[in-house]
């Protein structure tokens, strides 16, 4: 980040800004910090800036590689230095029939033989024409995956459950832990079950052995060899290990080394999605994503949705401190995205590092977390509002909901604002105060009550308005917050695209596990052997 810039924000950093005040004396100010574009709404103006804030974070974006390293991605340039990959995951929502050229190869009829084998089978299923090993039709599709793999097309799923068209019943399995797997199945018919194992490398170990337990559970109800072949389809780059497991080569679809695990809905990943949905609902998930790619590569940066998000991100955390932020949908369907967007913003830009393998001297990508409102009003919103800590904020709000229930909707949206409005004015000692007495209390309980009454406000929220949650605006949701982690990794000079701090922890697992299951002696630090001793023990008494 440009030092000259980013020493004038760090000055301003320092001096206080009460947001009420600011509205008081601005009555442009709702106007001036907003945008829209996608038909999504951005409200901005509950955020600790000033004019003058503004035009610095503006100024350090200008001067900033945003530009060049977006046009970088779009051309396949191998902007994932560590692995020497292109990042090429808008490429898979691009116009149907665009060419699109990668190191001299024109990729688009391989995409486009991949969505038509998608669409292909997903006709088949909705006809009831796909048929099990004893002659049934399917009615039930299991997704094992994890991560990436998962966490997208689990999270479309349920955002988009209104639109369901599908008479097959989707069910995901991703985490190792036994009960998922033996919850997923229970109740199903193997002679009517599909199963998609999506491992790019198809030896993920939580894939592969939830995998493996399911086709155990195929062959322990009777299905040999040629059922197996039947009921198991793969989305993978590892054609042969696939077929090792069973799964015949047209039953594989592909996965590219230019698509990152967390940018790959658009792919063979959003399968379950297009199945739910139908090939035409999909095609408009991708078309939102689609112009949000559009919008990002032309929009001036004033008026950039992902652009002023990412701003807004790196103000509050190398400026203002802050570690953390609340991603607050208000919606019951959109109740996945926290987890989904924890993934594309931690895995992407928790870095210690810089591109070129130096360490930085700031601090990079908040710890992300959220549920639905108003089910935290009655949970975390406590803390947002009163303690020390300030935790900036995007609540997300469609306009237009599916059911009937205009009033609950009404009373939900009432609350979004409010507790937006809540979290800029908060309440003083003397509004507590006289709240207290309006009541008939006395003085002296009055002044005893009101601190404890008392939220200081001047607390940050971003306010994202959708014209309703339909697979347009979400595929333009989801584009947003990719382009928006895009940026601050461009602004902290970080590889946004690799992830090698998750492979440690997998390493360390493997002669674990070769203790735990009796294959070797221990041989570790005290604390993991004492662990691994009363684990035993527990197990065993």
Same mark, same amino acid.
């Given at each position: 980040?440009?030092?000259?810039?980013?020493?004038?924000?760090?000055?301003?950093?320092?001096?206080?800004?009460?947001?009420? =005040?600011?509205?008081?004396?601005?009555?442009?100010?709702?106007?001036?910090?907003?945008?829209?574009?996608?038909?999504?709404?951005?409200?901005?103006? *509950?955020?600790?800036?000033?004019?003058? /804030?503004?035009?610095?974070?503006?100024?350090?974006?200008?001067?900033?590689?945003?530009?060049?390293?977006?046009?970088?991605?779009?051309?396949?340039?191998?902007?994932?230095?560590?692995?020497?990959?292109?990042?090429?995951?808008?490429?898979?929502?691009?116009?149907?029939?665009?060419?699109?050229?990668?190191?001299?190869?024109? !990729?688009?009829?391989?995409? %486009?033989?991949?969505?038509?084998?998608?669409?292909?089978?997903?006709?088949?299923?909705?006809?009831?024409?796909?048929?099990?090993?004893?002659?049934?039709?399917?009615?039930?599709?299991? $997704?094992?995956?994890?991560?990436?793999? !998962?966490?997208?097309?689990?999270?479309?799923?349920?955002?988009?459950?209104?639109?369901?068209?599908?008479?097959?019943?989707?069910?995901?399995?991703?985490?190792?832990?036994?009960?998922?797997?033996?919850?997923?199945?229970?109740?199903?018919?193997?002679?009517?079950?599909?199963?998609?194992?999506?491992?790019?490398?198809?030896?993920?170990?939580?894939? *592969?052995?939830?995998?493996?337990?399911?086709?155990?559970?195929?062959?322990?109800?009777?299905?040999?060899?040629?059922?197996?072949?039947?009921?198991?389809?793969?989305?993978?780059?590892?054609?042969?290990?696939?077929?090792?497991?069973? /799964?015949?080569?047209?039953? /594989?679809?592909?996965?590219?080394?230019?698509?990152?695990?967390?940018?790959?809905? $658009?792919?063979?990943?959003?399968?379950?999605?297009?199945?739910?949905?139908?090939?035409?609902?999909?095609?408009?998930?991708?078309?939102?994503?689609?112009?949000?790619?559009?919008?990002?590569?032309?929009?001036?940066?004033?008026?950039?949705?992902?652009? /002023?998000?990412?701003?807004?991100?790196?103000?509050?955390?190398?400026?203002?401190?802050?570690?953390?932020?609340?991603? !607050?949908?208000?919606?019951?369907?959109?109740?996945?995205?926290?987890?989904?967007?924890?993934?594309?913003?931690?895995?992407?830009?928790?870095?210690?590092?810089?591109?070129?393998?130096?360490?930085?001297?700031?601090?990079?990508?908040?710890?992300?977390?959220?549920?639905?409102?108003?089910n935290g009003q009655h949970a975390y919103h406590q803390l947002l509002h009163q303690s020390a800590l300030?935790v900036p904020s995007d609540f997300i709000l469609p306009a237009k909901v599916s059911h009937e229930l205009?009033?609950?909707?009404?009373?939900?949206? %009432?609350?979004?604002?409010?507790?937006?409005?809540?979290?800029?004015?908060?309440?003083?000692?003397?509004?507590?105060?006289?709240?207290?007495?309006?009541?008939?209390?006395?003085?002296?309980?009055?002044?005893?009550?009101?601190?404890?009454?008392?939220?200081?406000?001047?607390?940050?929220?971003?306010?994202?308005?959708?014209?309703?949650?339909?697979?347009?605006?979400?595929?333009?949701?989801?584009?947003?917050?990719?382009?928006?982690?895009?940026?601050?990794?461009?602004?902290?000079?970080?590889?946004?695209?690799?992830? $090698?701090?998750?492979?440690?922890? *997998?390493?360390?697992?493997?002669?674990?596990?070769?203790?735990?299951?009796?294959?070797?002696?221990?041989?570790?630090?005290?604390?993991?052997?004492?662990?691994?001793?009363?684990?035993? =023990?527990?197990?065993?008494?």
């Amino acid at each position: 980040m440009s030092s000259t810039v980013w020493a004038s924000l760090k000055q301003q950093a320092s001096t206080a800004i009460s947001l009420r =005040q600011e509205f008081a004396q601005d009555p442009k100010r709702a106007a001036k910090f907003q945008a829209t574009a996608c038909g999504i709404h951005l409200d901005f103006s *509950k955020n600790l800036i000033t004019d003058s /804030i503004w035009q610095s974070l503006l100024k350090l974006a200008t001067q900033s590689d945003i530009q060049r390293k977006a046009q970088q991605m779009q051309q396949g340039d191998k902007i994932n230095n560590t692995e020497q990959r292109a990042v090429w995951h808008m490429a898979l929502r691009a116009e149907a029939g665009q060419p699109l050229l990668l190191d001299g190869v024109d !990729l688009e009829p391989e995409i %486009a033989q991949c969505r038509s084998q998608m669409a292909s089978l997903i006709t088949q299923l909705h006809q009831g024409e796909y048929l099990g090993y004893q002659g049934q039709a399917i009615t039930d599709l299991i $997704w094992i995956g994890i991560g990436g793999s !998962l966490l997208g097309p689990q999270m479309a799923c349920e955002a988009l459950l209104p639109y369901n068209q599908s008479p097959v019943r989707i069910h995901f399995a991703g985490n190792i832990d036994g009960a998922v797997v033996s919850d997923v199945v229970k109740g199903l018919n193997p002679a009517t079950t599909l199963v998609f194992v999506a491992s790019k490398s198809f030896g993920t170990e939580e894939t *592969k052995q939830n995998a493996l337990a399911v086709r155990q559970w195929f062959t322990d109800n009777g299905a040999d060899k040629a059922a197996i072949a039947q009921h198991f389809w793969a989305t993978s780059s590892n054609i042969k290990a696939a077929a090792e497991f069973g /799964i015949v080569a047209e039953h /594989i679809l592909p996965m590219w080394d230019w698509v990152g695990g967390r940018y790959s809905l $658009w792919s063979a990943i959003g399968f379950p999605v297009a199945l739910q949905l139908g090939m035409a609902q999909f095609e408009q998930l991708l078309a939102g994503a689609r112009a949000m790619d559009q919008h990002f590569y032309a929009a001036p940066f004033e008026q950039n949705l992902p652009v /002023i998000l990412a701003l807004l991100g790196v103000w509050y955390i190398n400026a203002k401190g802050c570690q953390a932020q609340a991603l !607050l949908p208000y919606s019951h369907y959109l109740r996945l995205l926290p987890s989904y967007v924890q993934q594309l913003d931690m895995e992407s830009n928790g870095k210690s590092v810089d591109v070129d393998g130096q360490p930085l001297r700031l601090d990079t990508a908040p710890v992300i977390w959220g549920d639905a409102g108003t089910n935290g009003q009655h949970a975390y919103h406590q803390l947002l509002h009163q303690s020390a800590l300030a935790v900036p904020s995007d609540f997300i709000l469609p306009a237009k909901v599916s059911h009937e229930l205009t009033d609950h909707h009404h009373r939900l949206a %009432a609350h979004c604002f409010a507790q937006t409005q809540a979290l800029m004015q908060g309440k003083t000692f003397d509004e507590a105060k006289a709240e207290v007495l309006a009541t008939g209390a006395p003085e002296a309980e009055a002044i005893a009550l009101a601190p404890h009454k008392v939220s200081p406000g001047n607390k940050p929220s971003n306010t994202l308005l959708l014209p309703e949650l339909s697979p347009y605006y979400l595929g333009a949701l989801i584009a947003l917050y990719e382009h928006k982690v895009f940026c601050q990794g461009v602004l902290w000079n970080i590889n946004s695209f690799d992830q $090698w701090g998750v492979e440690l922890g *997998k390493q360390l697992s493997t002669p674990i596990y070769q203790v735990l299951s009796g294959q070797k002696e221990s041989r570790f630090d005290a604390s993991t052997e004492a662990l691994i001793a009363t684990f035993n =023990q527990f197990r065993n008494s």
